[in-house]
Structures are given as structure tokens and as C-alpha cells.
């Protein structure tokens, strides 16, 4: 290759960064958690070029399908314009919406996503606790929607049909509900149940559920996948960056 073709192939891949830098990132939280939960997380996307709509979304309240339709939806379309790719970051329960999202709204069209710890198989805490009023009150009737049974709403939404990397954690000491689960685990989504049929690249980091999104390693992994289209795999561990839940 000569100088000329590797300064124009340097140049391409230059403006190819600049373009996803320039693209919006919606940011879908957990449930029962809030859009702050996904604040450090905006921060360094913005630092890193791109544009953010954190979206809070009451997700007690409702099931999955009213969740996305009536209330993120609509904010979208408030935040983004829908005629160009949107990419996504989503922590838990966000990635059953997006994934929702993407099976009834063709007119969004999907960019890059990123799941954090997202139950696409259920979980097997809402197996074993779903008829204990405590989980009802707390989680509401979305909860009650993602067991890992076949019938479930994750189980229900198909193969991932867009770019999407998974980051799953497999650090479970913060979480009182570890002995519920089968296998390694975040505390409340098993390895095995975080990946989904289709997933370009998935990657296993020593973080638990409720603080993965505030933990550096996630965030710089998110931000790789979200510029290249997959993780870095020199990671090093360390806990000691997981944030306080917000």
C-alpha cells in the first residue's frame, strides 16, 4: 500500500470516528431505578463526543410493552431525530425495552447498543420470588415479566436483529440473592441469561448488577463498542471503581 492509499484509509477511518462520536446515545436505566442511576455513564459519553437522552421512565408501574410505547417512545421522539441511527446504552431492564422497542417501532432505526447485565432469558430471582408481595410492590408488573420461563416477555422478543454488545458481571457479593441463581452471576442475571442469540461480542467483567454502569471498565468498554463495534479485551480487573447506587 502506498503513502497516499494509507493516508486516505487513516482519513476515512477518522471521519468514521467522528460521525459515531457525533451520533445521540439513549440511555434506558434498570427497574426500579431512575435516569440518575445512568448519570456517570452520560457524562462520559458527552466527554467522548456524543450526544445523550437519558430517559426516566416509571418502570414499576407498568408492563414492558406500555413502558416502552407510552412513556420512552415518546421521549425519543422528543430527543432524536428518528430518520437517522440511534444508538443505546442500557442498564438491566433497558435492554428488554430497546429490544421491545426495536420488534414495534420500525421507524426507529438502530445504531450501536450496549446492554449492561440485561436479563434476555429472565432471571431466575423473579422464578423463585415472583408471588412474594415484597417483590410485587417493590418491582410492579414489569418484574413480574421476566422470569426465564419460555413463555416470558425476554424470551418472547427473538434474536437480536442489530449491533449489539453485552457486558455482563459475574461479582455477586453486594447482592443478598446470589443462592437463587445457577452459576456465575451479577447477583440477579446469570452469565448465561445476559447473552442473546445474534450479540456481536460479549464480555465478562468482575462488576455487580445494581453499580455495573457506574464502574470505569464498563464505561470504557461501552465507549469502544459503541466507536468500533467491539470490547477491548486488555482489561484489568478492579471493583474498587463500581459507584454508589443512586
Known amino acids: 500500500m502506498n503513502r497516499k492509499s494509507v493516508l486516505a484509509v487513516l482519513l476515512g477511518m477518522a471521519m468514521m470516528s467522528q460521525a459515531l462520536a457525533g451520533t445521540t446515545v439513549v440511555l434506558l436505566h434498570g427497574l426500579a431505578r431512575s435516569s440518575g442511576s445512568m448519570s456517570k455513564m452520560e457524562a462520559a459519553l458527552k466527554s467522548a463526543g456524543f450526544s445523550t437522552c437519558n430517559i426516566g421512565y416509571p418502570s414499576t408501574k407498568y408492563p414492558v410493552d406500555k413502558l416502552a410505547a407510552q412513556f420512552v417512545v415518546p421521549e425519543i421522539r422528543k430527543c432524536v431525530k428518528v430518520d437517522t441511527p440511534i444508538s443505546f446504552v442500557t442498564h438491566s431492564m433497558g435492554g428488554i425495552i430497546a429490544r421491545q422497542i426495536r420488534r414495534t417501532e420500525p421507524g426507529i432505526q438502530f445504531g450501536r447498543v450496549v446492554m449492561l447485565g440485561p436479563p434476555n432469558h429472565g432471571s431466575e430471582l423473579v422464578d423463585n420470588m415472583r408471588g412474594w408481595s415484597l417483590f410485587q410492590w417493590v418491582n410492579g408488573p414489569a418484574g413480574q415479566q ?56 460479549y464480555l465478562v467483567l468482575p462488576v455487580t448488577h445494581s453499580l455495573m454502569m457506574r464502574n470505569q471498565q464498563v464505561i470504557e468498554q461501552t465507549i469502544s463498542f459503541l466507536n468500533s463495534g467491539h470490547f477491548t479485551r486488555a482489561v484489568v480487573p478492579n471493583n474498587s471503581l463500581q459507584g454508589r447506587r443512586p
Open 146 to 201: 421476566l422470569g426465564t420461563e419460555a413463555a416470558s416477555f425476554p424470551n418472547g422478543l427473538g434474536p437480536a436483529t442489530f449491533d449489539v454488545g453485552i457486558i455482563a458481571g459475574n461479582k455477586p457479593f453486594l447482592e443478598p440473592f446470589k443462592g437463587y441463581i445457577t452459576g456465575q452471576s451479577d447477583g440477579k442475571v446469570s452469565l448465561e441469561s445476559a447473552k442473546l442469540e445474534g450479540m456481536k461480542d
